[in-house]
């Protein structure tokens, strides 16, 4: 194939993808979001041996160098909003990725990997080996119609690729012709069935027409991943990576979902569980106010002090979602004075001589037991820079800053086992964490409360939360409540008329 001919089809090619990418997806994409019933940040990764592997996906959950300003907030979204169990556990046959497969296996298995996951948005693309193996179009056409559709059904949001280019096309155009019907056939699934399209072969191709098989390719057929650009977005990275290319597409894509989409409509979820929250919310989580008290409780366990009786009772619910009634109920209590903050729980259990715990050491496996947790972070601000505490019925206690790292918060807590059920309370002094001027103090801080009940017996694990996390992660800072303290100033915001 001479230079001539090479760069007049490159060309067609672009335009025809400006065209598909032009395709308005973003109304069509809300209605499909709005009929979403599964958990808030879960991305599915379908395809084969590009998608199944390590290099794809998995690395955005990690730090990156030389990522584009206006994306180093979509990448601290991306890392706060996909659920833990998406990055690397859901690389699996079972969770519908595997090598040297094709679409005739996707269409094949979509059914039950979206009634297995029922992920919010699905990354999607089969093709690679439909070059050399089959089918081709237009029954890959129809194959990958029927996963895009399948997808849409469930109230997914399906992101599609388009494949990579393959190496022994260079110079060959009957080769390019025939890999470049796979590329223009995906592009026509998302035109038809207006949903979002990462056009990778026209990227890999605009950034090196020439020498893609020596730079974007790492063999005939996958993307290269050289070491030097792992987790690297910088222009050159982007020409010499394929798997870092992808990366880059993706977090760009998922971005430009969330903001309009996922961010403009609440899923069929979310407004079940708005809805099961009776108090005041503000930007759709719970609005709560920490009371302010001159006397300080008894830190004993006992929750018979004045400063508990001027504090409203808050009712958690069930942490992932479901807007089923807690089996064990547990409600939450929050007070302070200008130096400590002071958290209450009262939580209801049949049989106290059950109860799963133990005296621990400072900061050893208190999850593991029957467990209360306080997440507390100044600001509206949805990050992991928040201070976390976790105490068992044996007032054994861990603390930490963002889920992880090592802090000494001087926490008190003492906990009190009692018929029916058992009780906390827990003293966080404020000026054992970084907070900013006082003026600040006034404004909302994101908090949440939970309440973990490990499986015993015939009884199966129940987690709850002040604010669900949709997730079977209580780090979820997105989907914490907001909360204003008294003693600072603060108020919740008046609420609309209904």
Same mark, same amino acid.
């Given at each position: 194939?001479?230079?001539?001919?090479?760069?007049?089809g490159?060309?067609?090619?672009?335009i025809?993808?400006?065209?598909?990418a032009g395709q308005?997806?973003?109304e069509?994409?809300?209605?499909?979001?709005?009929?979403?019933?599964? *958990?808030a940040?879960t991305?599915?990764?379908?395809g084969?041996?590009?998608?199944i592997?390590m290099?794809?996906?998995n690395p955005l959950q990690a730090?990156?160098?030389n990522?584009?300003?206006?994306?180093v907030?979509?990448h601290q979204? !991306?890392?706060g909003?996909?659920?833990?169990?998406c990055?690397?556990?859901w690389?699996?046959p079972?969770?519908g990725?595997?090598?040297?497969?094709?679409?005739a296996w996707g269409k094949?298995?979509i059914?039950?990997?979206?009634?297995?996951?029922?992920?919010?948005?699905?990354l999607?693309m089969w093709?690679?080996?439909d070059t050399?193996?089959g089918? &081709?179009?237009?029954e890959?056409?129809?194959?990958?119609?029927?996963?895009? +559709?399948?997808?849409l059904?469930n109230?997914t949001?399906?992101?599609?690729?388009?494949?990579?280019?393959?190496?022994?096309?260079?110079?060959n155009?009957?080769?390019t012709?025939h890999?470049?019907?796979f590329? +223009?056939?995906?592009?026509e699934?998302?035109a038809?069935?207006?949903?979002? !399209?990462?056009?990778?072969?026209k $990227?890999?191709m605009s950034?090196q027409p020439?020498?893609?098989?020596?730079t974007?390719?790492?063999d005939?057929?996958h993307?290269?991943?050289p070491g *030097?650009?792992?987790?690297?977005f910088s222009d050159e990275?982007l020409?010499n990576s394929?798997?870092?290319?992808r990366?880059y597409l993706?977090?760009?894509?998922l971005? $430009?979902?969330?903001?309009k989409?996922?961010?403009?409509?609440?899923?069929? &979820?979310t407004?079940?569980?708005e809805?099961?929250?009776?108090?005041p919310?503000?930007?759709?989580?719970?609005?709560v106010l920490?009371?302010?008290?001159?006397?300080a409780p /008894?830190?004993d366990?006992?929750l018979d002090d004045?400063?508990?009786k001027r504090?409203?009772?808050l009712d958690?619910?069930?942490l992932?979602?479901d807007?089923r009634?807690p089996?064990?109920?547990? *409600?939450?209590r929050?007070?302070?004075t200008?130096?400590v903050?002071y958290?209450?729980?009262?939580?209801? $259990?049949?049989?106290v001589s059950k109860l799963?715990?133990?005296?621990r050491?400072r900061?050893?496996n208190?999850w593991?037991?029957?467990?209360?947790?306080?997440?507390l972070?100044?600001?509206?601000?949805? %990050?992991?820079q928040y201070?976390h505490?976790i105490?068992?019925p044996d007032? %054994?206690?861990l603390?930490?800053? @963002?889920?992880g790292? *090592?802090?000494?918060?001087?926490i008190?807590?003492?906990?009190h086992r009692?018929k @029916?059920?058992?009780s906390?309370?827990?003293?966080?002094?404020l000026a054992?964490?970084d907070?900013?001027d /006082?003026?600040?103090l006034?404004?909302p801080?994101?908090?949440n409360?939970?309440r973990a009940?490990?499986?015993?017996?015939?009884?199966?694990t129940?987690e709850?939360a002040?604010?669900?996390?949709e997730?079977? %992660?209580?780090h979820?800072?997105?989907?914490?409540?907001y909360?204003w303290? $008294?003693?600072? @100033?603060?108020?919740?915001p008046?609420?609309?008329?209904?």
């Amino acid at each position: 194939m001479n230079a001539t001919r090479f760069t007049t089809g490159m060309l067609a090619l672009v335009i025809a993808a400006s065209v598909a990418a032009g395709q308005d997806w973003v109304e069509p994409m809300k209605k499909v979001h709005a009929r979403f019933t599964g *958990q808030a940040g879960t991305v599915a990764q379908f395809g084969d041996s590009i998608t199944i592997t390590m290099a794809f996906f998995n690395p955005l959950q990690a730090d990156v160098k030389n990522l584009p300003k206006d994306l180093v907030g979509a990448h601290q979204w !991306l890392r706060g909003y996909v659920q833990p169990r998406c990055w690397a556990a859901w690389k699996d046959p079972a969770f519908g990725n595997n090598g040297g497969t094709t679409s005739a296996w996707g269409k094949a298995g979509i059914g039950q990997w979206l009634k297995k996951l029922n992920p919010e948005v699905a990354l999607v693309m089969w093709g690679t080996n439909d070059t050399y193996a089959g089918p &081709r179009p237009p029954e890959y056409t129809d194959n990958m119609r029927a996963i895009i +559709q399948a997808c849409l059904d469930n109230g997914t949001v399906p992101i599609l690729y388009t494949i990579p280019p393959v190496g022994n096309q260079t110079g060959n155009a009957r080769q390019t012709a025939h890999v470049e019907s796979f590329v +223009q056939a995906a592009r026509e699934v998302a035109a038809e069935k207006k949903v979002p !399209l990462i056009d990778f072969y026209k $990227e890999m191709m605009s950034r090196q027409p020439t020498d893609f098989a020596k730079t974007l390719l790492g063999d005939n057929l996958h993307p290269s991943y050289p070491g *030097q650009y792992q987790r690297d977005f910088s222009d050159e990275a982007l020409r010499n990576s394929g798997y870092t290319l992808r990366n880059y597409l993706t977090l760009k894509a998922l971005w $430009e979902v969330q903001q309009k989409v996922l961010s403009q409509v609440k899923s069929a &979820r979310t407004a079940a569980v708005e809805l099961s929250w009776k108090g005041p919310t503000f930007q759709g989580q719970p609005a709560v106010l920490v009371a302010a008290v001159k006397e300080a409780p /008894k830190i004993d366990g006992v929750l018979d002090d004045a400063c508990w009786k001027r504090a409203g009772a808050l009712d958690m619910r069930l942490l992932d979602g479901d807007t089923r009634k807690p089996t064990y109920p547990t *409600q939450a209590r929050l007070a302070a004075t200008d130096k400590v903050l002071y958290v209450a729980f009262r939580c209801a $259990e049949p049989d106290v001589s059950k109860l799963i715990s133990q005296k621990r050491d400072r900061d050893a496996n208190v999850w593991e037991d029957d467990s209360v947790e306080v997440f507390l972070k100044c600001g509206a601000e949805a %990050s992991r820079q928040y201070y976390h505490v976790i105490v068992n019925p044996d007032a %054994s206690i861990l603390d930490d800053f @963002g889920g992880g790292t *090592q802090w000494d918060g001087g926490i008190q807590a003492a906990a009190h086992r009692d018929k @029916g059920f058992w009780s906390v309370e827990i003293a966080l002094p404020l000026a054992k964490m970084d907070l900013p001027d /006082k003026a600040r103090l006034k404004g909302p801080w994101r908090l949440n409360l939970t309440r973990a009940r490990p499986a015993r017996g015939d009884t199966f694990t129940e987690e709850t939360a002040l604010s669900p996390t949709e997730s079977t %992660s209580s780090h979820v800072p997105g989907r914490f409540a907001y909360a204003w303290f $008294e003693v600072f @100033g603060g108020k919740v915001p008046a609420q609309p008329a209904k």
